[in-house]
């Protein structure tokens, strides 16, 4: 199942620089995006999400930013902190409750 | 803050014994949901549950798996006969309605480590 793809096994940023995850989708049902961050041992945090109506949503730090046309989505960090490091999973919703991950991001923030 | 919890943390069965994974999702939430993750892959649905049935499930739950909302707190999944392949972490997520644009919460996970 290769609906929603995370290219990038990995990634490594500076502190205090941006830090950008990108994730593809196939599956133009999809009408809303999350992304999770997961540490070792831990079930997946909700970060942040996105409609399928909208562009951009921003919380903080944190910035996702949907490409209907191209199917893509990325997620802005800025500025990178290191207890950022973690894997980031991205996930779609089509209708119904089914989420739908990629293959997860690590994150590395070096001090 | 409110969150999901699950137990045990880590359970060892031998194979085709039946296994019980617990979890208690966050109280005033009404969706509830597994997934679970296979070593080296991704995180995959396994089922909704909502209003004491499933409203949804993938094509991983089959006949070997159960959920159950024993009472007010308590939401299970059961493995009845444990294969080598369902080795995995298993999470448990909730959610406060099941609209599209409501986030699921999730559990700490049981690995379930089958041998």
């Known amino acids: 199942d290769q609906q929603v793809k995370q290219n990038s096994p990995s990634l490594s940023v500076q502190e205090g620089r941006i830090s950008i995850l990108n994730c593809d989708y196939t599956?133009?049902?999809?009408?809303?995006f999350l992304w999770y961050k997961k540490y070792p041992a831990e079930g997946p945090t909700f970060l942040i999400s996105?409609?399928?109506?909208?562009d951009k949503n921003e919380d903080g730090r944190f910035t996702v930013f949907l490409n209907k046309s191209a199917k893509h989505l990325s997620l802005h960090i800025v500025p990178s902190q290191p207890g950022d490091s973690a894997v980031y999973f991205c996930?779609?919703?089509?209708?119904?409750?089914?989420?739908?991950f990629g293959a997860g991001t690590i994150l590395r923030v070096k001090s | 803050e409110p969150e999901v919890t699950q137990t045990p943390s880590h359970q060892v069965t031998q194979m085709g014994q039946e296994v019980i994974l617990r979890c208690v999702p966050i109280?005033?939430?009404?969706?509830f949901y597994w997934y679970r993750q296979i070593l080296g892959q991704k995180v995959e649905f396994l089922v909704s549950?909502?209003?004491?049935?499933?409203?949804?499930k993938s094509e991983i739950f089959d006949d070997q798996f159960s959920v159950e909302r024993p009472d007010g707190s308590n939401f299970t999944l059961k493995i009845r006969s444990t294969k080598l392949e369902d080795s995995a972490m298993y999470f448990c997520?909730?959610?406060?309605?099941?609209?599209?644009?409501?986030?699921?919460?999730f559990g700490p996970g049981t690995r379930l480590t089958v041998l």
């Open positions: 996930a779609a919703r089509e209708y119904g409750n089914k989420l739908v």
């Open positions: 599956n133009s049902m999809f009408d809303y």
């Open positions: 549950f909502y209003n004491n049935e499933i409203s949804e």
């Open positions: 996105i409609s399928s109506i909208k």
């Open positions: 997520a909730s959610s406060e309605e099941g609209y599209s644009t409501d986030t699921q919460y």
């Open positions: 109280s005033n939430h009404l969706y």
